[in-house]
């Protein structure tokens, strides 16, 4: 698919089934079916399959030889810095709102939604930069 489609459109694509993939947790509840939960997973999983292929070939199509390998690590390393600071970021804030006096399951669950929907939020602000990547 990444190879007959512009990177943008699947870039857009995919960022955009991830947020929608993250508001659908954030009004996750407890009575959500746990179908509807594994549902909403595999459409954020989706959309990061059509991220990860369409950011790779958007960066890498114009590299030859040894900066390709190069560049190719690179992306990777960064990729996954970026993931564990990400994580990070999101464990420290669904703690911190979650740590009050009367710290309880429904505290908990508010941290998390408040993450969840942080990250969408944060995703679909990345969709207007996906926009304006420069077509082939």
Do not use: C
Request: charged share 10%; glycine share 8%.
């Amino acid at each position: 698919l990444a190879d007959h489609s512009q990177p943008r459109l699947l870039t857009t694509a995919g960022l955009l089934l991830f947020a929608l993939s993250y508001l659908g947790m954030w009004l996750y509840s407890t009575d959500m079916s746990y179908m509807a939960l594994l549902m909403l997973t595999i459409l954020g999983r989706v959309g990061v399959g059509l991220l990860i292929a369409s950011l790779n070939q958007a960066a890498l199509r114009r590299l030859h030889g040894k900066l390709l390998g190069q560049s190719a690590m690179l992306i990777s390393y960064l990729r996954m810095l970026g993931g564990i600071l990400g994580v990070a970021l999101l464990a420290v804030m669904v703690e911190w709102r979650s740590s009050t006096p009367s710290a309880s399951a429904v505290a908990a669950a508010e941290a998390y939604n408040e993450a969840f929907l942080f990250s969408a939020v944060i995703l679909l602000l990345a969709m207007v930069a996906a926009w304006r990547m420069k077509e082939d």
